[in-house]
């Protein structure tokens, strides 16, 4: 019965009440016992550390996790087990945390509120940062995180003092205001294997400068990049399907935007207020943009769609009096050029003049961004991987250059007559016969819109060669 009473003033000292549980219940569930000044439950073969408390007179700093306690592994942190520490809890965070390999979970609010934490090391084996785990540490400057975390939960960092987050590829989810308020926030990188950001993920965080959505990602959700002030630059991955609800709402730092093709819908408001967006580039995915999601955004001056006119609600362009929509001229369902479409005038897109292309070489930053990691690293004339375009071809025809499979094919002609082949938008081509190669081609017709998609000889034809050209338009 001495080990049982032992509990029990522990418990009383920890909670400041007395204990009236009866020994029988105690004995039969996982009790919280002490080790040290640490508080932990043993569940099996592994321990669970539930708190810490001094009975001392002066605090003790807690630096260092053990990785065991009773000669068994500590697997878990528990829910709120280090939360907002106190003078009576007799206890603080040390200004640098270490975490041991053996910690696969870190529970929600485990570390919250620790005001003097500065520097957080994660262990390799946690799998899993719960909801709140880390919220308001407004001194937290820099967090180190495991090889193997997934999961990053619901406002796993809200409000820390962060400045540089660098995520593992191993993480594939980031809950809902994850790092929103990490106000000091100005390097981020996300896990190439994300596959789910959740809404106001990085709202206000204020100073980030740079961010790289990965390809991987599906949608990014509302309010993700909400009030992101001094961001300039975003690359948007070429799987994102959906962009949200204020999803870079006053993003005033950013100046280009460039939409993949992969992405149907832009949430209302989505790029509201972005004071000195100039350029935005739109795929020719995109089917439906809601209201007012270019609101306010006095600086545009060219909003350059990539396919056929969408959808679209109120106020899309409400007080961007400077803005001159551009299409092209093979796509569908835009008004006759100069009349207005969301109440803004249109005119044609010659695309291959208007993309930014800062090294001048003739490939738009975008599409080496895209495939090369950036917007200066493409060589344009060495051979991609298909092993006869170059990049230059490559990207003129519309081609994924990393792709060994990525060519211009042509179909073969139905009965000697219709030919068909893979089109981008923005190309125009022309086809081109011959019946012997050594006396070479004849033009059959040129400047085929890409909206075509083919060509069909008037005359059959027994036996012959085609040849097809692809150009921007």
């Given at each position: 019965?001495?080990?049982?009473?032992?509990?029990?003033?522990?418990?009383?000292?920890?909670?400041?009440?007395?204990?009236?549980?009866?020994?029988?219940?105690?004995?039969?569930?996982?009790?919280?016992?002490?080790?040290?000044?640490?508080?932990?439950?043993?569940?099996?073969?592994?321990?669970?550390?539930?708190?810490?408390?001094?009975?001392?007179?002066?605090?003790?700093?807690?630096?260092?996790?053990?990785?065991?306690?009773?000669?068994?592994?500590?697997?878990?942190?528990?829910?709120?087990?280090?939360?907002?520490?106190?003078?009576?809890?007799?206890?603080?965070?040390?200004?640098?945390?270490?975490?041991?390999?053996?910690?696969?979970?870190?529970?929600?609010?485990?570390?919250?509120?620790?005001?003097?934490?500065?520097?957080?090391?994660?262990?390799?084996?946690?799998?899993?940062?719960?909801?709140?785990?880390?919220?308001?540490?407004?001194?937290?400057?820099?967090?180190?995180?495991?090889?193997?975390?997934?999961?990053?939960?619901?406002?796993?960092?809200?409000?820390?003092?962060?400045?540089?987050?660098?995520?593992?590829?191993?993480?594939?989810?980031?809950?809902?205001?994850?790092?929103?308020?990490?106000?000091?926030?100005?390097?981020?990188?996300?896990?190439?294997?994300?596959?789910?950001?959740?809404?106001?993920?990085?709202?206000?965080?204020?100073?980030?400068?740079?961010?790289?959505?990965?390809?991987?990602?599906?949608?990014?959700?509302?309010?993700?990049?909400?009030?992101?002030?001094?961001?300039?630059?975003?690359?948007?991955?070429?799987?994102?399907?959906?962009?949200?609800?204020?999803?870079?709402?006053?993003?005033?730092?950013?100046?280009?935007?460039?939409?993949?093709?992969?992405?149907?819908?832009?949430?209302?408001?989505?790029?509201?207020?972005?004071?000195?967006?100039?350029?935005?580039?739109?795929?020719?995915?995109?089917?439906?943009?809601?209201?007012?999601?270019?609101?306010?955004?006095?600086?545009?001056?060219?909003?350059?769609?990539?396919?056929?006119?969408?959808?679209?609600?109120?106020?899309?362009?409400?007080?961007?009096?400077?803005?001159?929509?551009y299409r092209l001229a093979g796509a569908t369902g835009w008004p006759t050029v100069p009349d207005e479409w969301a109440g803004?005038?249109?005119?044609?897109?010659?695309?291959?003049?208007?993309?930014?292309?800062?090294?001048?070489?003739?490939?738009?930053?975008?599409?080496?961004?895209?495939?090369?990691?950036?917007?200066?690293?493409?060589?344009?004339?060495?051979?991609?991987?298909?092993?006869?375009?170059?990049?230059?071809?490559?990207?003129?025809?519309?081609?994924?250059?990393?792709?060994?499979?990525?060519?211009?094919?042509?179909?073969?002609?139905?009965?000697?007559?219709?030919?068909?082949?893979?089109?981008?938008?923005?190309?125009?081509?022309?086809?081109?016969?011959?019946?012997?190669?050594?006396?070479?081609?004849?033009?059959?017709?040129?400047?085929?819109?890409?909206?075509?998609?083919?060509?069909?000889?008037?005359?059959?034809?027994?036996?012959?060669?085609?040849?097809?050209?692809?150009?921007?338009?």
């Amino acid at each position: 019965m001495k080990t049982v009473w032992a509990i029990l003033v522990k418990l009383q000292l920890r909670f400041g009440r007395a204990c009236c549980l009866p020994v029988l219940f105690l004995l039969s569930a996982a009790a919280e016992v002490m080790a040290g000044s640490f508080l932990y439950t043993v569940n099996g073969d592994t321990v669970t550390i539930t708190g810490y408390y001094n009975p001392g007179p002066l605090p003790e700093e807690v630096s260092i996790i053990p990785p065991t306690l009773e000669g068994k592994p500590v697997t878990s942190i528990g829910n709120s087990a280090f939360y907002n520490p106190s003078p009576m809890s007799g206890y603080m965070i040390a200004s640098s945390l270490t975490i041991p390999d053996s910690v696969t979970n870190i529970g929600a609010q485990a570390f919250g509120k620790n005001m003097n934490l500065k520097n957080a090391i994660i262990g390799n084996g946690v799998v899993s940062i719960g909801d709140y785990a880390f919220s308001s540490c407004s001194s937290m400057t820099n967090v180190t995180m495991g090889t193997n975390v997934k999961i990053i939960g619901n406002s796993a960092f809200y409000w820390c003092g962060l400045t540089d987050a660098t995520m593992p590829d191993s993480v594939t989810s980031i809950g809902a205001s994850a790092f929103e308020q990490c106000m000091s926030l100005t390097n981020l990188t996300i896990g190439a294997n994300v596959t789910n950001v959740g809404i106001s993920a990085f709202k206000s965080c204020f100073f980030l400068k740079s961010v790289t959505v990965p390809d991987r990602v599906i949608s990014i959700g509302s309010s993700t990049f909400y009030q992101c002030g001094q961001l300039e630059n975003i690359t948007i991955g070429t799987n994102v399907t959906s962009i949200g609800d204020s999803a870079f709402y006053w993003c005033s730092g950013l100046t280009d935007v460039n939409i993949p093709g992969s992405v149907t819908s832009i949430g209302t408001s989505a790029f509201n207020q972005c004071g000195n967006l100039t350029n935005v580039i739109i795929g020719a995915g995109v089917t439906n943009i809601g209201n007012s999601v270019f609101q306010f955004c006095a600086g545009l001056t060219g909003i350059y769609f990539s396919g056929n006119a969408p959808s679209f609600g109120s106020d899309v362009f409400l007080n961007d009096t400077s803005a001159t929509v551009y299409r092209l001229a093979g796509a569908t369902g835009w008004p006759t050029v100069p009349d207005e479409w969301a109440g803004r005038p249109t005119a044609l897109w010659q695309q291959q003049q208007q993309q930014p292309d800062s090294d001048s070489d003739g490939i738009p930053d975008a599409w080496e961004q895209v495939y090369f990691g950036g917007t200066t690293n493409a060589n344009p004339d060495i051979v991609c991987s298909n092993g006869f375009n170059t990049v230059r071809e490559a990207y003129i025809a519309g081609l994924n250059p990393n792709d060994p499979q990525s060519a211009l094919r042509a179909s073969a002609p139905v009965g000697g007559k219709i030919l068909g082949w893979n089109t981008v938008s923005g190309r125009v081509y022309s086809v081109y016969w011959t019946t012997n190669l050594l006396s070479g081609f004849q033009c059959l017709e040129s400047n085929i819109p890409w909206t075509q998609g083919g060509f069909t000889n008037s005359t059959v034809v027994p036996c012959g060669y085609y040849k097809i050209n692809v150009q921007l338009e």
